[in-house]
Nanobody
Framework: VQLQASGGGLVQAGGSLRLSCAAS???????MGWYRQAPGKQRELVAT???????SYADSVKGRFTISRDNAKNTVYLQMNSLKPEDTAVYYC?????????WGQGTLVTVSS
């Protein structure tokens, strides 16, 4: 299954963005995750969602980000509100857990102060 993240952009602090992750095949029962990598930092897990829809969040985004999925559309979303400059990163979607080499291009989110 190939994954394509989209929806990034430039936004002011306090703003919102919605990221989408479209899968080329069924992800029905697969736990999916959103990850991000800021300049000069290691990739980190942002949020996960089980096949049944149970979400989990990193402490840094809890209360601001919401992960969701539409299994009929093979798509996972990340609604990001109250964005902060420290949220600036390339955001990737992938299965969870995953530490292999296939990450795609991701989508760049830049939050200006």
């Amino acid at each position: 299954v190939q994954l394509q993240a989209s929806g990034g952009g430039l936004v002011q602090a306090g703003g919102s963005l919605r990221l989408s992750c479209a899968a080329s095949g069924s992800i029905f029962s697969i736990t999916m995750g959103w990850y991000r990598q800021a300049p000069g930092k290691q990739r980190e897990l942002v949020a996960t969602i089980t096949g049944g829809g149970r979400p989990s969040y990193a402490d840094s985004v809890k209360g601001r980000f919401t992960i969701s999925r539409d299994n009929a559309k093979n798509t996972v979303y990340l609604q990001m509100n109250s964005l902060k400059p420290e949220d600036t990163a390339v955001y990737y979607c992938n299965t969870y857990p995953y530490d292999g080499p296939n990450w795609g291009q991701g989508t760049l989110v830049t939050v200006s102060s």
